[in-house]
């Protein structure tokens, strides 16, 4: 089954404390800060991720791009994020196809409920990003753990000559 992360953008940014903090000085640094974290949720979970944000913020008309493999949408002028969202999770829905929308927009959860797409709050993604994060700091441990420093046993003096030569020092 495929699984798709719809994210409400602005909504997710308003919800987490730090993304919150990052918009009061610079909302463009706060998009950018949740794009590469929804990039990490990608790379982990395999899901497609789309964010759609408001184009109000945003001068210009809608705009479509890729960055990492997230997929960043700003809205038409006069088209919400919620409307977006909901065309989107209406037109992607199949049988083949799971909807998962990240908001806290109660209003906007009940119509995605209705479209058989399931919700996630602003917590539970959260959570979700805390405990993926968690898992990519032990699966970095176990592998630098395992990964020799050399195949061959080099004595401390005989590796810090190397590293030198290396370096171009010696």
Same mark, same amino acid.
């Given at each position: 089954?495929?699984?798709?992360?719809?994210? *409400?953008?602005?909504?997710?940014?308003?919800? %987490?404390?730090?993304?919150?903090?990052?918009? *009061?000085?610079?909302?463009?640094?706060?998009?950018? +800060?949740?794009? $590469?974290? #929804?990039?990490? @949720? !990608?790379?982990?979970?395999?899901?497609?991720?789309?964010?759609?944000?408001?184009? =109000?913020?945003? !001068?210009?008309?809608?705009?479509? @791009?890729?960055?990492?493999?997230? /997929?960043?949408?700003?809205?038409? /002028?006069?088209?919400?994020?919620? /409307?977006?969202?909901?065309?989107?999770?209406?037109?992607?829905?199949?049988?083949?196809? !799971?909807? =998962?929308?990240?908001?806290? *927009?109660?209003?906007? !959860? %009940?119509?995605?409920?209705?479209?058989?797409?399931?919700?996630?709050?602003? +917590?539970?993604?959260?959570? /979700? #990003?805390? =405990?993926?994060?968690?898992?990519?700091?032990?699966?970095?441990? &176990?592998?630098?753990?395992?990964?020799?420093?050399? &195949?061959?046993?080099?004595?401390?003096?005989?590796?810090?000559?190397? $590293?030198? %030569?290396?370096?171009?020092?010696?």
């Amino acid at each position: 089954m495929n699984n798709i992360l719809l994210v *409400d953008g602005y909504n997710i940014i308003g919800a %987490w404390p730090e993304l919150r903090e990052l918009k *009061d000085n610079d909302l463009s640094a706060a998009r950018d +800060r949740l794009i $590469e974290v #929804m990039a990490e @949720y !990608q790379a982990f979970t395999g899901f497609r991720v789309i964010i759609v944000f408001d184009a =109000h913020f945003v !001068q210009g008309i809608e705009r479509k @791009y890729k960055n990492y493999k997230v /997929e960043i949408l700003f809205t038409r /002028e006069n088209e919400s994020a919620d /409307e977006r969202i909901e065309k989107l999770a209406s037109d992607l829905n199949n049988i083949k196809t !799971q909807i =998962h929308v990240a908001t806290s *927009d109660f209003t906007e !959860q %009940w119509v995605i409920f209705g479209q058989g797409a399931l919700r996630k709050s602003a +917590r539970e993604l959260l959570n /979700e #990003m805390n =405990h993926i994060n968690g898992e990519i700091e032990k699966s970095v441990k &176990k592998t630098t753990k395992k990964k020799p420093s050399s &195949k061959i046993a080099l004595s401390d003096e005989v590796a810090e000559i190397f $590293e030198k %030569w290396r370096r171009g020092k010696l």
